[in-house]
């Protein structure tokens, strides 16, 4: 990497940096990122970036920096969600929102997934900004609003023309300085069985909701799902997550409402499964008298995948070869991240590659290793030059 670059990444004020977002609470719901996206604003403004906060109204909001190129490559633009998941009910050994940095690592909520990218992310662009390097095209930091929700911020972005003139994508989600290339879609489906109430003292007068859920359980657990494996991916998964039903010990239920969680692979078709589903219940109405069931859609995330010959693929490869010495192959992971907005739409390549690990998101005494911090910031620097300098 250009020397002019390395001379100006400074790891300590980085992890500075990510203490004072991590001391922001961006727990969503329900979200409260403007405050977090006002304070990124700041520090980008800092060192000359230019820079929009977008209000998404409810004290939530998108940022979004630039520096400027000269016009002859496409923009090279940087993800990451402004948003964390609850701390929980466990008790944490630090504060979830100190931002402590002790032996190692920076403690708290978010620190993982994924403001430990973010503020990497943020060290870089000072650092290409600071170095006087002429860039060949635009370098856009997007960091959105609701990803670990309904993923608002980057709705937002895509529909209102952000992507524009973006010919690659870094989403800086946690990934242990790996590359990945391949998420798995997302498909949460809710199922309610209806039945009719009676005294539980005389269970024949009624429908008993939950007997019939049942029924259904176990044709869904049967259920075979039409794909092709994916070489990266692998094969679709089922969890069968909620059930709640029935009001009173005494009263047979009317109700019983299943929650599922399906994690699909590229190639197969949500609508096909909803369908699927549609016609098992059908299936039960025709053959059960008084069964009656309904299906709804409650989050849609197709998967996405980049090829894994892709050239920026292949660059960010050889990245982590110059820099580190050390060969990685591209993964998947089976969980969504807004990529699953910007792709399909716009069919860019995109990796996800952050300080974090995957194991330490969403979990009790969240964490970011320092050195990893160090790795990140490196590795995003080096990619910024390779695709916007040299």
């Not at 004072?20 to 990122?33: A, D, L, S």
């Not at 003139?165 to 391949?182: L, Q």
Request: proline share 4%.
């Amino acid at each position: 990497m250009n020397e002019k670059i390395l001379a100006h990444i400074n790891t300590e004020e980085s992890l500075q940096l990510l203490s004072r977002m991590i001391q922001i609470n961006t727990v969503n719901e329900p979200g409260n990122e403007l405050p977090l996206a006002v304070m990124i604003a700041d520090h980008m403004r800092s060192f000359g970036m230019e820079v929009e906060v977008i209000d998404l109204g409810n004290n939530r909001g998108n940022v979004i920096g630039r520096i400027r190129g000269t016009g002859e490559r496409d923009a090279l633009m940087f993800n990451g969600h402004l948003d964390t998941v609850p701390p929980g009910d466990v008790e944490w050994l630090y504060s979830p929102y100190s931002g402590l940095v002790k032996e190692g690592k920076v403690y708290g909520r978010g620190a993982a997934d994924m403001k430990g990218g973010l503020a990497a992310m943020l060290t870089a662009a000072e650092a290409i900004k600071k170095s006087g390097v002429t860039l060949k095209g635009d370098l856009i930091f997007a960091m959105t609003a609701g990803e670990e929700v309904d993923s608002v911020g980057a709705i937002h972005l895509l529909n209102n023309g952000g992507l524009k003139g973006v010919g690659a994508i870094v989403v800086g989600e946690p990934s242990s300085c790996g590359i990945n290339i391949a998420e798995k879609g997302t498909c949460w489906l809710s199922i309610t069985t209806y039945g009719k109430t009676a005294h539980g003292a005389f269970p024949k007068q009624g429908i008993n909701a939950i007997t019939n859920m049942n029924v259904l359980i176990n044709k869904l657990s049967a259920y075979q799902f039409r794909y092709v494996e994916n070489h990266t991916l692998g094969h679709p998964t089922m969890n069968i997550a909620t059930i709640k039903g029935g009001v009173k010990t005494n009263v047979v239920p009317d109700k019983c409402t299943l929650t599922v969680d399906i994690r699909t692979v590229p190639g197969m078709s949500h609508g096909q499964i909803v369908e699927d589903f549609e016609n098992l219940i059908a299936e039960l109405e025709s053959q059960i008298a008084g069964f009656k069931a309904t299906v709804s859609v409650l989050n849609d995330r197709p998967a996405v995948e980049t090829a894994a010959d892709h050239p920026f693929v292949i660059m960010s490869q050889a990245v982590i070869q110059d820099e580190f010495n050390k060969r990685v192959e591209p993964k998947g992971v089976n969980f969504y991240t807004d990529a699953a907005i910007f792709l399909p739409s716009t069919n860019l390549p995109a990796i996800l590659y952050g300080p974090g690990d995957a194991e330490m998101a969403h979990q009790p005494n969240e964490s970011v290793s320092i050195d990893r911090m160090a790795e990140a910031i490196t590795f995003y620097a080096a990619i910024i030059e390779r695709y916007l300098v040299l």
